[in-house]
Nanobody, 127 residues
Framework: QVQLVESGGGLVQAGGSLRLSCAAS????????MGWIRQAPGKERQFVAV????????YSADSVKGRFTISRDNAKNTVYLQMNSLKPEDTAVYYC????????????????????WGQGTQVTVSS
């Protein structure tokens, strides 16, 4: 089992940056693919980015490509989301989530495919 705790959210002006962290418990963290998913008020959960268990493969949604970067440090059991050039439409609760298995767009882009979830951290971008 993996327990996930996000941190780093907050209020930032448009154009600013934030770095989210997700600390994982358990000795099996390095075997999980890790994703960031967000949910804005009144909307469904939306895939943001994913990184493979080894860190060798990453993919970001078109809406954040070139602005957000996902990374991980398996020695620290932590995954990160560096968010630059933030926009008001990035406002959401950001969750980190974990799953084992293939790095397939069919799987990682669907929030229902993730096995473990954190509690979420609020990101608010003001205009």
């Amino acid at each position: 089992q993996v327990q996930l705790v996000e941190s780093g959210g907050g209020l930032v002006q448009a154009g600013g940056s934030l770095r989210l962290s997700c600390a994982a418990s358990g000795r099996t963290f390095s075997t999980y693919n890790m994703g960031w998913i967000r949910q804005a008020p009144g909307k469904e959960r939306q895939f943001v980015a994913v990184i493979s268990w080894s860190g060798g493969y990453t993919y970001s949604a078109d809406s954040v490509k070139g602005r957000f970067t996902i990374s991980r440090d398996n020695a620290k059991n932590t995954v990160y989301l560096q968010m630059n050039s933030l926009k008001p439409e990035d406002t959401a609760v950001y969750y980190c989530a974990a799953y084992r298995g293939r790095m397939s767009a069919y799987i990682y882009s669907d929030p229902s495919g993730y096995e473990y979830w954190g509690q979420g951290t609020q990101v608010t971008v003001s205009s």
